[in-house]
């Protein structure tokens, strides 16, 4: 029977990534980006929300949410800002940090790469040369072993389907490439390992130092695709679709598979996350290759400022059909929507725990919830436009103000409750 009652260990979060919060790093791939114009509106992610400055302030705004998760990203280049080098006084800033939320009864789950690369590693081609690998590796091992007491959720590495897609296939993320198929497999082969082996190692270093409860996994992005009235070739987009956009991945990082080959023998998950926001129909396109479809929306759904259908029921399905297919314990590592009026996403975030408290009424081990996001942040190609906050951010005068939805999460948060939407 479906209840309104989390289970007592639930985590309700919020999650953020560093670059698009932190403010203040010249050394990435993505303030490489914004100086050379490539954000439509020109803005750029140098300023942000100042979180780098500001921990203090923001582990409060966390406080005012009840929250008792935080996902957030280690920035890379700070850690190690040449090929050669490592700071120190950054390591210890996310040391701080994580101390700080703990103190507030805030778990911290960790992403170790989101979005973001060193610029000397993107200028190495990043993740299509095969030494990324190894780079990656000896970052995460400098990562655990300066944090690794304090943490026990890993998400080795966000959205590797939506990094590659957007950055070798449409060509909007760095390095801009458009078509590029064959980089785009060859950056999935080499992510698909890169997560395999440090799910080891992270299991490895936290075994050396007796830490018994780590979870290591990643944050996939996961769409529903459905068919366009039932036509042919839309049945082979949703395949193609599936596969390439989600299932090379899931499968690829969970049993360290490679088109049906063994790239590395185990299983290389202990908990799926999941970032969920929409999904497409899938209206046949013999010219769109490599899925023959374009991407359309039902008509007269309901939509975010970006334009993104919001479909809660997407979100149950995507967890009973992942579920099914690995049966671990799932995390919600993201979802929220962009509503800069703050009118729809209340509503948002009643019916998407809705469909989340029917999974666990069916039996599946839902452990956690990290809404997206904190505060409005630096959304990408949107910079400051798309406003995906529980808090509203002023960029003049940096000021966080909670917004009702954010009240409304806030007192769920508390009561760990689905609450009425008229409460
Ligand atoms: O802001 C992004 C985040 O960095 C990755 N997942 C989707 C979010 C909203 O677009």
Known sequence: MVTNNFPKDFIFGAATASLQIEGG???NSWYDWCEAGKIPNGDHCIEANQHWERVEEDINLMKGLHLNGYRFS????????????????????????????????????????????PSWFEQQNAWIDKESISLFLAYTEYVVKHLGDLVSHWVTINEPNVYLMMGYFVGIFPPGKEGDIKSYLKGAKHMISAHCQAYTLIHKLQNDIGKKD?????ALHLRVFDTYKDKWLSKISQKICYFLFQDLFFNGMLHGKWFGRTLHRGQFFDYLGINYYSRDILKPNIKAFPIFADLTKPADCKVNDLDWEIYPEGLARLIKMYYQKCKLPIHITENGMADSQDKQRKKYIHDHLRAILS??????????????????????????????????????????????????????????RLLPLDS
């Open 25 to 27: 790093d010249r050394n």
């Open 74 to 117: 280690i920035e890379w280049p700070r850690i190690q800002p040449t090929k050669d080098s490592w700071d120190k006084a950054a390591i210890l800033h996310y040391r701080d940090e994580i101390i700080q939320l703990k103190q507030a009864g805030i778990e911290p789950m960790l992403t170790l790469h989101h979005f973001s690369n």
């Open 214 to 218: 780590t979870q290591v996994g990643a």
């Open 359 to 416: 999974c666990i009424a069916e039996g599946i081990p839902v452990k956690g919830y990290f809404h997206w996001t904190l505060i409005d942040n630096f959304e990408w190609m949107e910079g400051y436009e798309a406003r995906f906050g529980l808090y509203a951010h002023d960029l003049e005068t940096q000021k966080r103000s909670l917004r009702e939805s954010g009240k409304y999460y806030a007192e769920i948060c508390k009561s760990k």
